[in-house]
């Protein structure tokens, strides 16, 4: 299902005291769109710590609220829109105990609604507008009067009016323009973490070993590095793609790269990789063994130097044969990139 402004009543929203907590990617652009859409500025408040994030929204002439318990005591609605893995505590510490039995909880993301990580009242409502589209596209969409893609659905129904909201708060960021389309906290939740740890781990896997492969076979750093993503051909397929089809898209390359890619493509046994993609999305993201061990790592990603486990994930993916021509490549073209 597609909901679209037509599907969306902005005068549910009249009267109610709207809370964004966070101002950075989409906390600043959804605030701005709601703004815009006529919800009076003085019903918006932007509840942040005192910093830079705090004074650009000052500066944007919004209500900033330092306290966050007298923010959740006031707020009709609250988007929660500060990073994943510090909403629990942020949430169920500092909102919690406080916010409205009535509440609407607006998340942008699944991730801690499907694993039960936040503390709702039963009788709260709790709903998913989550943009498929980084902040500042968020805002320059709404900016140009088009919409953007949007998941939505109602997590938990308290007050029995949880479908309506949603769709009135997801017109008022701009959502429905385009049409929002109905989904769930877990479908959100699997789609995302499947991409992040099943198609994208592939991927760079792929363009690793395609690397190593063509560089014995004599090809140079540089070729490689233009041939395989520095050209940006692959920016070009997959916006290609998104406009004109995933499979039609291909009508635009030349008869031999054509025949190329769709019978190596159809040759290819995919039964191997399926159980690999089913193994993780069944026993790693679905079943919730990965948020158990990412929760164990979580508070090390604030630390600095080889105490950070992304860190020495980045230094061993740079030692790739890939990684290290990249930087011999770039050194060499320093300037002119
Ligand atoms: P940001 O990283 O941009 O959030 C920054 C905001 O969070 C700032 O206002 C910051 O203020 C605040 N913040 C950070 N740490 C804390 C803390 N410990 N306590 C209180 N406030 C804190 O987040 P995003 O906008 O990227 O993400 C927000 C939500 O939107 C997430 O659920 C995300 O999954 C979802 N989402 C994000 C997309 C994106 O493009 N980034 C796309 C679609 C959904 P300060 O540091 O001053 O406290």
Known sequence: KIYYDSDADLDLLKGKTIVFLGFGNQGAAQAQNLRDSGIPNESIIVANRQDSYAEDAKSRGFNVEHDFPKAAKVADVLFLLIPDQVQPRVFNEQFAPHIKDDAVIVIASGYNVFYKLLNFKPTQDVVMVAPRMIGSSVRSLYEKGKGFPCFVSVEQDGTGKGLSIALALSRAIGATKAGAIASSAREETAMDLFAEQALW??????????????????CSDEALCYEMWMSKEPAEIFERAAEEGFIQQLKHHSSVSQFGQLNGALKLDGSAIRNHFLEIL????????????????????????????????????????????????????????
């Open 201 to 218: 781990p592939n991927i760079i896997m792929l363009f690793r070993e395609a690397f190593q492969v063509l560089q014995e076979a004599g």
């Open 282 to 337: 069944h026993n790693q993201v679905l079943n919730g063994k990965f948020c158990q061990e990412f929760s164990k790592i979580e508070s090390d990603l604030e630390k600095e130097g080889d105490e950070n486990p992304l860190n020495d994930l980045y230094k061993r993916s740079e030692a790739s044969e890939l990684g290290q021509a990249e930087k011999r490549v770039r050194a060499r073209l320093a300037g002119l990139l």
